[in-house]
Each structure stands twice: as structure tokens, then as C-alpha cells.
């Protein structure tokens, strides 16, 4: 049996009154891909800060690799293998977009991961955004990262993950705001990761394109797990279609 | 349809910057000067300026002591500034390095030669532990504490009457030589120039602007952006000590003006007149604002209204600053184009 490469168990976090991680707890193997769904506010995000330790857990654990990652400073999480991208993809505006990547090349985990000074840190980067689907030859790589559309600081953000060299990859809303053919061109890439062996979570509103991708999903609602498993048998449950479509009004008949 | 014509500005590189900008520049001597003008003038004044003692007199070259001075606290500054890093308190920096040189003249009787590196080195690592507790504050939080920190030493010095009191500690030492000291000087100014622009455009300053921009995106690089920060007003608190230590031999004697308020707002205004995100934009305006402070002395109490006047129009007219200003008429010319908008009815 392959053990688990995270398990988090009875995850608990409150903001004030709202429970916004209510006792979620699920297990992912290496080179499984998780979904996370569900509405507006139903934690996605506060769990997704919860696993990478920008939110301290008021409660539960988080091993990571057998490790107790539970309340670590973000960074050491990260230099141990999570890398996470952000919902609003806030770029360094005043560097070239290479140069973006240059901070991540350039981190203590991808400087020990790579070996040394070896290569080109700037031929590193172009090649790396070249892979989520820049143009290389154009002037894009080039430019002022402050004046790229967004469906480009979507891909840098992928790009700033990958950059890392993450055992788990953790993407929050990557395809929102996203053209379909912008989309159509990140699947393929996120396909290959998965199949090196990196372990997937995306938090996701656009679900065919999600599905394509990922083993496992898993729906909050109210910061609780309201249901986990394949996505063709989850997605037919009553309580995930009333969660999302609402439920049906009871008449007395 | 009809189509519309009108007129916008549009800038584009002179011929001469585009010819100078490879090799072939060494091709003709107009386009050498073009490129190398600009900084020889600048270096070559540095080095004729303290030779002219008998020119310009003993005051000017005080007042060229103290335009240096300026220029290191505005090089920190703007050091700081690329971390994200708002200081409104130099004079902390300023009379930390000030003090402990000051301290070790005057109670172990320590020569220049000694207390200056000292107190530039161990004063940095005192100054970066000071603030080490509020880096995790941001944008003004940080410069509140900043402004408050030299207020707080300064009161905390003349309540407890350590380190000399009100009185201070005077009789220290001089740097002989008026020549030594402002090549000294500005050797230390081109030193941090340079050096900071180096810094800045590394990888490793990098993380510094990426601190500055967005410091999430850099922790979840994996970075420990409290530990860049220490070493970023480490290294930003150097040339301001530096400054501290140098001016309390030159004035021989130390106390409680070295935290005064002149610290931290004659870089600020430097600063902001000669732009910031440069280091030479600082050094322009210190260079601008110093001797001008002290020709208006003539206006008496008007002197400080002219000033403020100035500044005024400086962040109003020209936010970017001086240097970007000057940088782009010497590189740039803008002229009019003239567009066709078409309109379909």
C-alpha cells in the first residue's frame, strides 16, 4: 500500500463566529489530484491557507511526508514541497515577467533541488514560461509584469509554483478568468505533472475543465466536508446539487 | 464613415542613445561623450570640489560635508524604500552610529581611525535588531515607528542622563585634514551608490523588490521575508551610520541633536525631489536642496516658507522626480503624431 504523502484530520478554523474549516479531514497519495468545490465562501480558500500556513488551524493536523506540518511558518512549508498559487494573481509589477521567476528559481528549495549555481537562472526562467505557454520568442517575456492580461498572470502564477519543484501543487481558482483556449492549452501541462508524480489540489468553479484532470473531489459547504469520492458519483448527490443549485422549495402536497 | 484626425505626444529614443547603446559607440567620439559625459562630470566634480578650499571657503565645504551626509541617509532611505520598507526616522540610524562612536572616543579614548568602522558595523547590527520586532509591520505602520524611535532615544537619553545627558560628550577627536575628510566622504557616497545599484538589480536584491510588491508571492517562494528584511535594514543602516559616526568627530561631540528631527526629513525631501527608486535621484536632490537651504538663509523666516514652496512644486509638477526627469530629456524626445480614428457610423 502506497502510504499517503498528506493526511490532514479534523481540520478546525473559526474567524470570529463563522466556522469557516469545520472537522475536514482527507488523504491524498502521491500523484493523486483533488478537487476541492463548492459556493462562494464555503472555506475553499481558508483551507487552502489552512494546509500551505498562512492561517494558523485552531484545531486538527496536517502531516505532510509523515511530518507534522500543523501551524508551521508558511516558508518551511513550501521549502518542504507545497507550493500554493493565489486566487488574485498579484504579480511583482515593476519586474520583467522573467525576472518574476527569478525569486522562485532562486528560493533556498529550488536552489537545493537544483544543485548548486549551475545554469543560467534567467535561461531557466524564460524556459519554465515557456512551459505554461508563453511565447518565447515574442516580447512577453520581456515586458513589464504590471501591464500582462490576466489570463498571462494566471499562468505566471502556475509558472511561480512550478518553479519550485513542489511534491504537492496547490492551485486556487487557476482557470477563472481564463479564456477556453487559454484553458485548453494549461490542461495538457497540468496532465504531465500529475503523471511525473506531484500530487494536484485545485480549488475549482469551472468543473468540466476540472474534471478532466482530477481522481478525487471533495465539496464544503459551510466550512464542512459535505461529501468526498469520485466526481461523476458526487456530483448526483442531493445534498452537493442543493448546496449548489439550492434546495427544492417543500410544498405541502 | 469619417474619420477623425488627432494629435497625441509620443516619446522616442534619440538617434545618439540608440547609436550609443553597443559597441560601435567606441566607433565615435560625439557618442562616447554622450555616454560618458553625464558621470564624468559628476566624478570629476567630487574630485576637484574639496581642492578648492581657498575658492570657495571653509563654509561651503561644510555645507558640502553635510550635502554628503544627506546623500548616505537619502541612499539609505531609498535602500529601505525598494525592501517596501518606509523609514520617516534616519536620524535613528543616524544617531545610533553617532553615539557609539562618540561613546568609545570619549570613555575609552578610541582614535577615528577605530570607532568610525565600529560603530558603522556594530551600530548596524544594533539598529537591524532594534527594528527586527516591527518588520512584520508594513507601509505607514512601519514609518510611525521609524519617526517615533530617535523621538524615544532622545527623551530616553536626557530623562536617564546616560551616554552624557543633555550635555552629551564633546572634545572627541577630529579627523584632521579638511581634503582627507571629504574624499573620505565621498569615497563612502560612490561606494554606496554603486554599490546599492549593484544590490538592488541582483538576484538577491530581487527579493527585495519582491518583498516591496507583493511579500505573500515571496513567503510562498519560501522565503523567510522577516530575515531579508533584518539583513535589508542592515545593510540600508551602513552608510547612515557610517554618516552618524563620521559627523560626530567632525563636529567633535555627540548628543542629543544627533537624533534630531533634520535626520530624517532632509533625506525624505531629498528624496522626494530627486525621485525615488534611483539612489542617484536622492543624491541629486540632496546636491539641489542642501546649498539652496543655505542661500535662502538671507530671506531669515521666509527661508523656510520658499523652501517649503519648492517642495510643493516638486511633488506636484514632478512626482517622478528630478533624475527620471533629466534622464529621459537626455535619452528621449517627444514630438506629436498624428493619428486617424475612424468611425463607423
Known sequence: MIEPIIKISNLCKSFGGTKATNDVSFELKPGEALGIIGPNGSGKSTLINLISGFVKPDKGQILFKGINITGMAPHKIVNLGIARSFQMSRPFYNMSVFKNLIIPISSPRARKLRGGKYGDLDEAAIHLLEEVGFERDSQVPYKEAGALPHGYLKRLELARCLALEPDIVILDELFSGMSMSEIASVVPLLERIKKEGKTLIMVEHRLTELFKIIDKIIVLNFGMKIAEGLPRDVMTQDEVTSAYLGSEVKTGA | MRTNLSHRKERIDRGIKVRSDDIFVLASMRDLLYVILPKAIVILAMLILPLLKDVVGMYWLNVLVTTLVVILLALSWDLLASAGLVSLGQAFFFGVG????????????????????????????????????????????????????????????????????????????????????????????????????????????????????????????????????????????????????????????????????????????????????????????????????????????????????????????????????????????ERLTTMEEVKHD
Open chain 2, 98 to 333: 553617532s553615539y557609539i562612536a562618540g561613546y568609545l572616543s570619549f570613555k575609552f579614548g578610541w582614535s577615528p581611525l577605530f570607532t568610525i568602522p565600529t560603530a558603522t558595523l556594530v551600530g548596524s547590527i544594533i539598529c537591524a535588531l532594534f527594528l527586527y520586532p516591527v518588520l512584520r509591520l508594513r507601509g505607514i505602520y512601519f514609518g510611525l515607528i521609524t519617526f517615533a524611535l530617535p523621538l524615544l532615544l532622545a527623551r530616553l537619553i536626557e530623562a536617564t542622563k546616560v551616554l552624557g545627558g543633555t550635555e552629551g560628550m564633546s572634545a572627541l577627536p577630529p579627523i584632521p585634514g579638511m581634503t582627507g575628510k571629504l574624499y573620505l566622504l565621498m569615497f563612502v557616497v560612490l561606494l554606496t551608490l554603486f554599490g546599492f545599484r549593484r544590490l538592488i538589480s541582483s538576484n538577491y536584491g530581487l527579493v527585495f523588490q519582491g518583498i516591496r510588491d507583493n511579500d505573500r508571492a515571496v513567503i510562498a517562494a519560501g522565503y523567510n521575508i522577516q530575515w531579508y528584511k533584518t539583513q535589508a535594514v542592515f545593510i540600508a543602516a551602513l552608510p547612515a551610520t557610517f554618516a552618524g559616526a563620521f559627523v560626530a568627530h567632525h563636529f567633535q561631540f555627540v548628543g542629543v541633536p544627533a537624533f534630531a528631527m533634520d535626520y530624517s526629513i532632509l533625506p525624505l525631501t531629498a528624496v522626494v525631489v530627486g525621485g525615488a527608486g534611483t539612489f542617484i535621484g536622492g543624491a541629486l536632490g540632496a546636491v539641489i536642496l542642501m546649498p539652496l537651504s543655505e542661500i535662502l538663509r538671507e530671506f531669515g523666516s521666509l527661508r523656510v516658507v520658499i523652501y517649503s514652496l519648492l517642495l510643493l512644486l516638486f511633488s506636484i509638477g514632478l512626482p517622478e522626480g528630478l533624475f527620471k526627469y533629466v534622464k529621459r530629456k537626455y535619452s528621449q524626445i
